[in-house]
Every structure is written in C-alpha cells, then in structure tokens.
C-alpha cells in the first residue's frame, strides 16, 4: 500500500488538489493499493496558529512514500515565511535534488508558437533543486541606508553538480534520440557556472552514447521558441531550470498545464507539485486549470509504481484536451470541477 501525505496548501493550490484526490479516490475505488492523509498547512493556519509546521510535521511528512502539494502562497503572507518552512526546508532537508519538469505539447492548438505540432515540444527540464542562489545565503549591509548593499550567494558543490548531471544522463539515455543540453552560462558566472562546465564535461565522457551540448542559458532561450524540437533533455542549476521551464510551460500551453516532481533517486523520496503557484488572483473563481495537478498525480503515480494508471491519466487528460474540455486559459469554459470530473468521466467509461 503506497502511502500519500496531501498539503492542498493555499488558492487554487486547494482547488487543483481537490481534483487530484477525486482522482486518487476513483483509482483506490478500481482498487489500487492507495492510501493517504490531508494536512492543512497553509496560510490560513500559519495566520491562525503563528505555526507553519508542527514539532515532528517535517518527519511525520518524510514517513510518507510520497508527498503532494497543491500550492503555497498568499499575500496576506508577504515574505513566504510559512512557504518556506513547509516547501523549502522540505525540499532541502529530504534532499530532493532532482526537480523533472517534462515540457510536452498536448495539442497543438495551446503553443503559441507557429505551425508547431505535438512531435516538435517534448522534452524535460532536470533541474537542480538544493543549489544555486535559492539556498538563502547572503545578507544587507547597512540596511535602509543610501549605501545599503546586498549580497546573494551562489551554491554549486561538486557533488551536488554531479549528480544531477549523472542523473540526467542516464535519463537521457532512455530517450529515443539520446540528446541532453546542459545550459550554464560561464561566460559571466565565472565560478559556480564553471564547475558545472566542467563536471558536465566529464560526465558526458562517461556517456558516448548520448548527444552532449553545451548551451547558455541566453541562447537557450532562442533557440527554445525557435526550434524546440531539437530539445530532449536539458540539465541545469536552480535558477535557470525555473526561469528555463516557465518558458517551457508557455510552450506547452501554459502554467495550467505543467506538471512537476522533486526527487532523491537515492532514497527514493519525492515531492510532486504542479508548477504553477497559488494564483491569488483567480483564486475562488473556479477558473483553474486541474490539469496540471491530474499530470503531477500521473507523475506521482508512476513514482510508486502504478506506471499504467499513470499512463490512463495523461490519455484522459488528452482526450479531454482533444474535445476542448478545459477551463478558460485553454479558450474553454469549463470550472475546475467540471474539468477534473470531465478527466473522471474517461478514465471510468475506460475511454482511457
Ligand atoms: P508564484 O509563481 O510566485 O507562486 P503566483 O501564484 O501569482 O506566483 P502562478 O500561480 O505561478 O503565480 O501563476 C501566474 C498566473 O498564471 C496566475 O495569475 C494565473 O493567471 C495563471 N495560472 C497559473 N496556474 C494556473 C492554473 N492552474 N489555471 C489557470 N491559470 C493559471
């Protein structure tokens, strides 16, 4: 029995979750071994009880064989404290180095590229997920002064660099055209870009079988909305894996329709949340997109080895695509309710 610990978290975060677990409860009900338990961390708690986490929550979340997350965010929260305690710290401490971010075109309709088809955006972002400027580590010196400065500090370790690269490597190697871009940019970071030159540059010796290249994370943006489809697998630090799968996701459609997972290969942890956040602003509209969420519960689904009821999510989630069953940001007029239960509604006739 796969044990799931669900943080439907803040905004539409709540929302997207609700359809996942609808979608969880109809895959439990066919009878697969699932099972899992809803924790209201959030803002609204994190307001109420000034507690983001409760002594022993970040452990009792780690006993899990999987976590998912709706999504954490809230203005009435503006420095993130609550996110950062809950996700953050999660992601750190159970050492989730591993971000996947797939970037795939469902319909053709939602790329805002031209005479673009599905064949030509599929592809996956590694992105390194404990590193990079994200880790906290900097400061201001005579804050609210004329002179005040700030500092941010950038995190590359050895180890940290290599095994995400070795990991997208081997991912790279179960691709059909073996090809893996690892996007840095050197030229100016001259340090912590330039180990992850180097190590790329010896791991990919390790790899003959894969088509290794080099990209700066400029030119990867052109050459992104120019010719994607020469894209199969791209590694690369914290901060441009977020920059590089946003413009990903508008690619493929949008942020209602990309999914992500965080994951330690070694301890076999993971974290799945859609990509997107809490969008406050369409927040109790009932205007978004589940999709992503269903596509991050396939993702989760795959993760504890339930790799067909995965692969009947994302053709439902197709077909419901295919017959413009989607909310507003796809041009449909759907709810989230009616989107999701649209999802239920192939997956119980077997359409998918
Ligand atoms: P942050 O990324 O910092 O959490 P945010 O929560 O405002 O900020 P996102 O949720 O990432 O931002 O999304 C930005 C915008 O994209 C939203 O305001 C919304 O318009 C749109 N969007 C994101 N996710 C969805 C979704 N699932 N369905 C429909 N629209 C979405």
Redesign the pocket.
């Given at each position: 029995m796969a044990s799931i610990a669900v943080i439907p978290g803040d905004?539409?975060g709540a929302e997207?979750t609700a359809e996942a677990v609808r979608l969880l409860e109809l895959l439990r009900g066919e009878g697969l071994p699932l099972s899992w338990r809803t924790f209201d961390y959030s803002a609204e708690r994190y307001l109420a009880t000034g507690v983001a986490l409760p002594p022993g929550g970040r452990e009792e979340l780690a006993s899990f064989d999987a976590i998912f997350l709706g999504?954490l965010?809230d203005p009435r929260v503006p420095d993130m404290a609550h996110a950062r305690e809950i996700l953050l710290e999660t992601r750190f401490r159970l050492d989730l180095y591993v971000n996947v971010r797939p970037v795939r075109l469902l319909h053709a309709s939602h790329t805002p590229l031209k005479d673009r088809t599905e064949r030509d955006i599929d592809f996956v972002i590694f992105r390194e997920n404990t590193e990079g400027p994200y880790v906290g580590a900097g400061g201001f010196l005579k804050p609210g002064t004329p002179d005040e400065v700030a500092i941010q500090e950038w995190l590359a370790t050895r180890k940290g660099v290599e095994r995400i690269l070795r990991h997208a490597f081997e991912a790279a190697r179960r691709r059909p055209r073996r090809r893996l871009v690892m996007v840095d940019k050197h030229n100016a970071l001259r340090f912590a870009s330039e180990i992850w030159h180097r190590v790329f540059r010896e791991v990919a010796k390790e790899y003959p079988d894969v088509e290794a290249r080099h990209l700066f994370a400029d030119t990867a943006c052109l050459l992104l909305v120019q010719d994607p489809s020469q894209f199969e697998v791209i590694v690369t630090d914290n901060l441009f894996g977020d920059l590089l799968s946003d413009l990903g996701a508008a690619l493929a459609g949008?942020?209602?329709l990309a999914p992500s997972a965080n994951l330690n290969p070694q301890t076999g942890k993971g974290l799945f949340e859609?990509?997107?956040?809490?969008?406050?602003?369409?927040a109790g509209t009932g205007?978004?997109?589940?999709m992503?969420a269903l596509l991050t519960a396939a993702m989760m689904l795959e993760f504890l080895g339930q790799g067909e009821a995965a692969a009947r999510v994302e053709r439902a989630v197709r077909a419901c695509i295919a017959e413009d069953l989607v909310?507003p940001?796809l041009g449909g007029s759907l709810t989230t309710r009616a989107a999701g239960q649209a999802v239920l509604d192939r997956l119980s006739k077997g359409a998918a």
């Open positions: 905004g539409i997207v999504a965010g949008g942020l209602g859609p990509v997107h956040g809490s969008a406050p602003g369409i205007r978004a997109n589940p992503a909310t940001d």
